[in-house]
T-cell receptor, first 114, second 115 residues
Framework: KAGVTQTPRYLIKTRGQQVTLSCSPI?????VSWYQQTPGQGLQFLFE???????NKGNFPGRFSGRQFSNSRSEMNVSTLELGDSALYLC?????????????FGEGSWLTVV | AQTVTQSQPEMSVQEAETVTLSCTYD???????LFWYKQPPSRQMILVIR??????QNATENRFSVNFQKAAKSFSLKISDSQLGDTAMYFC????????????FGAGTRLTVKP
């Protein structure tokens, strides 16, 4: 079974631009969540989607948004990029079933804002 | 609010030795999950072990085991027979049951296994 796949792996954007990151969960997993990892703040929860609905959201500004498609693939978007948005963005999926709420992570998307 | 504390920013251990990483957490909930994740230089987060709070028995996975003390809100990870490939950042994480994958992570412990 393929793991969680994130694209692109690396990208560089300029302040004020927007960015879209994509995540394909493990086959059969319907829950997708996103995390931001920075040296200063560590790992922080962004939001979680299940069956195309956002069920939970972390403490991030409205510039951070996401969505999930009917095939469970998810995208997250950051608008009006700031230097502080430079981070590793991790996507994770779970099935809430056989593995009972265990969350599996992708390799992440490295975003650098210049 | 739930918080997770890893008090050891860095640790080192000799190959084949045993090392224990500490983690404490704070919650008023009774049903939750605890995890240890490993993040090697590739930055891929890899699940090491998980513990359901309602289970009294400590989880084990090959060379990895935990000491779960619910009353003390402590969840330490023991790595036996350490291998060079165990070198990584280790994160302790907490998640409320039914909290829709909102996991709270500790700051991490950087473990170096020395040959």
């Amino acid at each position: 079974k393929a793991g969680v796949t994130q694209t692109p792996r690396y990208l560089i954007k300029t302040r004020g631009q927007q960015v879209t990151l994509s995540c394909s969960p493990i086959s059969g997993h319907r829950s997708v969540s996103w995390y931001q990892q920075t040296p200063g703040q560590g790992l922080q929860f962004l939001f979680e989607y299940f069956s195309e609905t956002q069920r939970n959201k972390g403490n991030f500004p409205g510039r951070f948004s996401g969505r999930q498609f009917s095939n469970s693939r998810s995208e997250m978007n950051v608008s009006t990029l700031e230097l502080g948005d430079s981070a590793l963005y991790l996507c994770a999926s779970s099935d809430f079933g056989a593995t009972g709420n265990t969350i599996y992570f992708g390799e992440g998307s490295w975003l650098t804002v210049v | 609010a739930q918080t997770v504390t890893q008090s050891q920013p860095e640790m080192s251990v000799q190959e084949a030795e045993t090392v224990t990483l500490s983690c404490t957490y704070d919650t008023s909930e009774n049903n939750y999950y605890l995890f240890w994740y490993k993040q090697p230089p590739s930055r891929q987060m890899i699940l090491v072990i998980r513990q359901e709070a309602y289970k009294q028995q400590n989880a084990t996975e090959n060379r990895f085991s935990v000491n779960f003390q619910k009353a003390a809100k402590s969840f330490s990870l023991k790595i036996s027979d350490s291998q060079l490939g165990d070198t990584a950042m280790y994160f302790c994480a907490f998640m409320n049951l039914g909290n829709n994958n909102d996991m709270r992570f500790g700051a991490g412990t950087r473990l170096t296994v020395k040959p």
